[in-house]
């Protein structure tokens, strides 16, 4: 079964630190990523997504994310991290020819002023 | 434009009970798809309506069921309810039935006991 996972699960760390959030998922085919944050008190909103072409997409806020097909995985990226970047974080995958979007299970990003 | 709203926001049922859950989608949207989010995990995939007809479905029991409305609002049942229905319920709406990325609602609180 297709599977999406995220390996950290509660990350803290302090102001202009640099962010890596790593995303791995099992299919084989061609496939859709994303990546979804959900602010405290906010609903999940798209931060930025691969269709194809370069894998190196950018979103908003200064994030990035690197499509890696060798090795099936999506990392998001910010060179320096803000207080206001807390939130969780959602890698979600869309296979071709199907309307499922399978999530991770999520990361908890906490930033200290 | 005016975003996925859900109601209620919050709902205690007993166990056995069935529950009815509501969702307006974004504006120009013509897609519903539903998620049980439990505490702890990212989005499960319940299914997904397009112009009024179920289109995709999750691994969830036929007790779970749905409807969307010629507005494309959505209606998410749940009959039989179980302890294990307990979770977060969140509505998501697109444009058609390819790769656009998923608006969500705030979602609902539901707890069983």
């Known amino acids: 079964a297709q599977s999406v996972s995220q390996h950290n699960h509660h990350v803290i760390l302090s102001e202009a630190a640099s962010l890596e959030l790593g995303c791995n998922y099992s299919?084989?085919?061609?496939?859709?990523l994303f990546w979804y944050v959900q602010y405290p008190g906010q609903h999940l909103q798209l931060l930025l997504k691969?269709?194809?072409?370069?894998?190196l997409v950018k979103g908003i806020k200064g994030f990035e994310a690197e499509f890696i097909k060798s090795k099936f995985s999506f990392n998001l990226r910010k060179p320096s991290v803000q207080w206001s970047d807390t939130a969780e974080y959602f890698c979600?995958?869309?296979?071709?020819?199907?309307?499922?979007?399978?999530f991770g299970t999520g990361t908890r990003l906490k930033v200290l002023a | 434009e005016t975003g996925v709203t859900q109601s209620p926001t919050h709902l205690i049922k007993t166990r056995g009970q069935q529950v009815t859950l509501r969702c307006s989608s974004q504006s120009g949207h013509n897609t519903v798809s539903w998620y049980q989010q439990a505490l702890g995990q990212g989005p499960q995939f319940i299914f997904q309506?397009?112009?009024?007809?179920?289109?995709g479905r999750g691994n969830f029991p036929p007790r779970f069921s749905g409807l969307q409305f010629p507005n494309y609002s959505s209606e998410l049942n749940v009959n039989a309810l179980e302890l294990d229905d307990s979770a977060l319920y969140l509505c998501a709406s697109n444009l058609g039935q390819g790769n656009s990325p998923l608006h969500f609602g705030n979602g609902t609180r539901l707890t069983v006991t």
């Open positions: 979600a995958v869309l296979t071709s020819g199907t309307y499922k979007y399978i």
């Open positions: 299919y084989g085919g061609t496939v859709n």
């Open positions: 309506y397009y112009r009024e007809e179920e289109n």
């Open positions: 691969y269709f194809s072409g370069d894998p």
